[in-house]
C-alpha cells in the first residue's frame, strides 16, 4: 500500500557511498558509526575552499561537528552555496560574534525549575533528555547544551524531573527533546516514554526529533512500535528544504504515519537556505505529500555565531504572504517569533494591518484592503 505520488521522492544520492549495500546504508548503527566529523572524512567527500577548512578547525571547539553519510550524500558536491551544506558544514561567518548574540537566547535557564525541564507555559513543559544529535545544525538555538557532555541529564536528575511532571497537574503536554531523544537507545526511551505516559494528568506526548531529516533509517519498524506505544504521540521533526524530502525520509514518515503517530514540521528560515516563498512553499507541499503537517516557521534566533542565517522580521512576513491564499491552507504553518528574555513564542499576522476606530483592517492574499467589524 504506498500514498500517491511516492515515486516523487528520490533517493538520497550516496556520493562516495555508492558501493556501500542497500543493507548496510539502511542501518542506523552504521549511519551513526560513520559520521563524518574530522576535517580529512569531509575533504573525501566535498570541496572546501581555504577559509572553510580554517573555520572547521576553530568552529569545533565551539560547536561540535558532525553529519550522517546520508544527510552528507545530499550535499552538491560542487555548489558552496547549497542548502544543505549551509546548515551541516560549518562557514567561517560562525567566528563573527555580535552583542546581540546569546548563549542562551530564550533564557531556558531562567524558567528552569529543575535540571532537564524548562516550564514557560500554564500546562506543557520541555524535557531536556540528552545533548547528542545525529547532525549539529549549525544555526542550533540550544547550542550551549547541544554537543555539551556534561549537560546530559544523569538519572536521578532525570527522576527530579520526572518527580516535577508528576507534582504539578497543570502539565497535559511533555515535549520530550534535546539533542534528539531518538539519540537514546530504545531501551532507555521506552522507559523514559513509560514514566511519562504513567503521570495520570499527562495528557499528550510530543517528541521532537530532527532525525526523519538527518538519519531517516533510525525510523524502523521497532522505533514506530515504541512510540505508538505511548499514543497519542506527536512527532515534531525539522524539515527546512525541500531537498531533504527524500525517499529515505519519505520511509521514515510513512512507518510512524502507518502507526497513527501524526507528524508536525517546524521550520527555521534561514538566509540563503530557505529565505523564498517559492522553497517554503514547495517544501511544505511535499511535506504535505508525506502527511506531515507544517505547523511552525520560525525567526532563527539571535544564538552566537548563527547571525549570518538571520532574516528580518519584514522578510519573514513576506514568505507568508507568499504562502497564505496561494496555496492549501494546510501547507501554510504559523510564523512564530520566540521572543528574547523567555517572553515566549508569538507568531505575526500576514493578513491583519491593525485597527482603525472599530474597523479591523485587513489586507487579502492579493493586495486588497478591507475593513470589517
Ligand atoms: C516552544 C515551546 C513549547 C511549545 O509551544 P507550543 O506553542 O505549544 O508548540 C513549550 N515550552 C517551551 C519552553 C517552548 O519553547
Ligand atoms: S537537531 Fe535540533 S537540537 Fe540538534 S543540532 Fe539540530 S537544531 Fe540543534
Given at each position: 500500500m504506498t500514498f500517491k505520488h511516492a515515486e516523487k521522492f528520490p533517493p538520497a544520492p550516496r556520493s562516495i557511498w555508492r558501493?556501500?549495500?542497500?543493507?548496510?546504508?539502511?542501518?542506523?548503527?552504521?549511519?551513526?558509526?560513520?559520521?563524518l566529523k574530522s576535517l580529512a572524512d569531509f575533504e573525501r567527500v566535498i570541496y572546501l575552499t581555504d577559509a572553510e577548512k580554517q573555520a572547521?578547525?576553530?568552529?569545533?571547539?565551539?560547536?561540535?561537528?558532525?553529519?550522517?553519510?546520508?544527510y552528507a550524500s545530499l550535499i552538491s558536491p560542487i555548489d558552496l552555496h547549497c542548502p544543505i551544506r549551509l546548515q551541516a558544514i560549518p562557514s567561517p561567518l560562525e567566528l563573527n560574534t555580535s552583542l546581540s548574540e546569546k548563549e542562551d537566547p530564550l533564557t531556558e535557564e531562567a524558567q528552569s525549575p529543575v535540571s532537564g525541564i524548562v516550564h514557560r507555559y500554564p500546562d506543557r513543559v520541555l524535557l531536556y533528555t540528552n545533548h547528542n544529535c545525529a547532525v549539529y545544525c549549525r544555526f542550533c538555538t540550544r547550542k550551549r547544551k547541544v554537543g555539551n557532555p556534561a549537560?546530559?541529564?544523569?538519572?536521578?536528575e532525570e527522576d527530579e524531573a520526572i518527580a516535577y511532571i508528576a507534582e504539578h497537574r497543570e502539565i497535559r503536554d511533555v515535549i520530550v527533546s534535546g539533542g534528539d531523544p531518538l539519540s537514546l537507545s530504545n531501551n532507555r526511551l521506552e522507559r523514559l516514554l513509560g514514566k511519562i505516559h504513567a503521570i495520570p494528568h499527562v495528557e499528550i506526548i510530543r517528541v521532537g526529533t530532527r532525525n526523519p531529516v538527518t538519519?531517516?533509517?533510525?525510523?524502523?519498524?521497532?522505533?514506530?512500535?515504541?512510540?505508538?506505544r505511548f499514543r497519542p504521540v506527536f512527532v515534531m521533526t525539522h524539515f527546512n528544504h525541500p531537498r531533504e524530502c527524500t525517499a529515505e525520509a519519505y520511509r521514515a514518515c510513512r512507518k510512524l504515519i502507518d502507526k497513527g503517530i501524526s507528524i508536525f514540521n517546524q521550520s527555521v528560515i534561514l538566509k540563503g537556505v530557505n529565505d523564498s516563498a517559492e522553497t517554503i512553499k514547495q517544501l511544505n507541499q511535499r511535506l504535505l505529500l508525506m502527511q506531515v503537517k507544517p505547523y511552525y516557521l520560525y525567526q532563527c534566533d539571535e544564538v552566537f555565531g548563527a547571525a549570518h542565517f538571520r532574516t528580518s522580521l519584514e522578510e519573514c512576513l513576506e514568505i507568508l504572504r507568499g504562502l497564505q491564499g496561494w496555496t492549501s491552507g494546510l501547507a501554510v504553518p504559523r510564523l512564530v517569533v520566540d521572543l528574547p528574555d523567555g517572553g515566549g513564542k508569538v507568531c505575526l499576522e500576514p493578513n491583519f494591518?491593525?485597527?482603525?476606530?472599530?474597523?479591523?483592517?485587513?489586507?487579502?492574499?492579493r493586495g486588497e484592503r478591507f475593513y470589517c467589524k
Open positions: 558501493e556501500v549495500g542497500e543493507e548496510t546504508w539502511n542501518d542506523w548503527r552504521w549511519q551513526q558509526q560513520n559520521r572547521f578547525l576553530h568552529c569545533n571547539e565551539k560547536f561540535k561537528i558532525a553529519v550522517t553519510p546520508y549537560s546530559m541529564p544523569d538519572r536521578d538519519l531517516p533509517q533510525r525510523i524502523d519498524d521497532e522505533l514506530a512500535e515504541i512510540l505508538a494591518l491593525g485597527k482603525e476606530a472599530d474597523d479591523f483592517i485587513f489586507r487579502n492574499y
